[in-house]
């Protein structure tokens, strides 16, 4: 299948294996309106595709970083109206749900900050390495909303809720070290050694029993997905009521002109 004509991905494929790269390297690979609607257009078209056993996804080099969370701007904007923001949702759950259904395991390489929807889109994959300096975090408090897009699922099953929860009401970021000795991610290494640690597991992966193994991912995240589908689209709702109040608005004043906003 051609994977050239999406404009915030960067893909390859080799022996099976197709990676990805979020890309947008003055932003530091944050996503932005095309990142968040090619995403699911991407699950879609590897579900179909039976030459992909492995998906690595990793953040462009060039951004320095996984991905530095949602574009603020724009989505704050949108979420003014109930139209727009229901295309915001319905992508959103897609981002989500499609890692967690994708036929194909997922092997997440944080190779630099997965902040926000970067860290929900990490922490989803099957198998998560990451760079050991690297900063992860889920600070959707920080500008006044809810965190609604994954944060609420994933963090609370791997970590369990009350240490979920501290994070995510204060969006205190952790290190890739930290997180793994905490259950977040599977592996923490440096980061000289990170691509050839992610490449040799998707090696494996790739080479082995294809069957069994999505079967095995799939019967697995049977759990994972009545979550999603439990929780994804409340919390994506109550999102977009905290995008209308004057704390989120405050936050984002305070954003844009790169103040702090003041504690109430």
């Known amino acids: 299948m051609e994977y050239q004509h999406y404009k915030r991905l960067k893909i390859e494929q080799a022996d099976g294996v197709l990676t990805v790269a979020l890309s947008q390297p003055e932003r530091r690979n944050a996503m932005d309106e095309i990142m968040h609607r090619e995403i699911p257009e991407l699950w879609r078209q590897i579900s179909q595709d039976r030459s992909v056993r492995v998906v690595i996804l990793k953040g462009d080099p060039e951004g320095k970083a996984f991905c530095a969370g949602g574009d603020l701007k724009w989505v704050s904007e949108a979420a003014q109206s109930g139209e727009r923001y229901e295309e915001i949702l319905r992508d959103g759950v897609d981002i989500v749900r499609g890692v967690a259904q994708l036929p194909q395991p997922v092997i997440t390489m944080i190779n630099g900050s997965a902040i926000g929807v970067g860290a929900s889109l990490a922490l989803f994959g099957d198998i998560v390495f990451a760079d050991e300096a690297a900063v992860i975090a889920d600070?959707?408090?920080?500008?006044?909303?809810?965190?609604?897009?994954?944060?609420?699922?994933?963090?609370?099953?791997?970590?369990?809720?009350?240490?979920?929860?501290?994070?995510?009401?204060?969006?205190?970021?952790?290190?890739?070290?930290?997180?793994?000795?905490?259950?977040?991610?599977?592996?923490?290494?440096?980061?000289?050694?990170?691509?050839?640690?992610?490449?040799?597991?998707?090696?494996?992966?790739?080479?082995?029993?294809?069957?069994?193994?999505?079967?095995?991912?799939?019967?697995?995240?049977?759990?994972?997905?009545?979550?999603?589908?439990?929780?994804?689209?409340?919390?994506?709702?109550?999102?977009?009521?905290?995008?209308?109040?004057?704390?989120?608005?405050?936050?984002?004043?305070?954003?844009?002109?790169?103040?702090?906003?003041?504690?109430?």
Not at 173 to 197: F, M, S
Not at 227 to 233: E, Q
């Open 139 to 264: 600070p959707h408090v920080s500008v006044g909303v809810v965190a609604g897009d994954g944060g609420a699922i994933i963090w609370p099953l791997l970590v369990g809720p009350n240490r979920a929860k501290e994070f995510l009401m204060t969006g205190d970021p952790l290190t890739g070290a930290q997180a793994e000795r905490i259950g977040l991610v599977n592996h923490a290494v440096p980061a000289g050694e990170l691509q050839e640690r992610v490449e040799n597991m998707a090696r494996r992966l790739a080479n082995g029993p294809r069957l069994a193994i999505e079967l095995t991912k799939r019967s697995v995240n049977i759990q994972v997905n009545t979550l999603v589908n439990h929780i994804l689209h409340a919390s994506l709702a109550l999102e977009g009521l905290t995008f209308r109040t004057q704390d989120h608005h405050t936050a984002v004043n305070a954003f844009l002109s790169r103040s702090r906003p003041s504690a109430k």
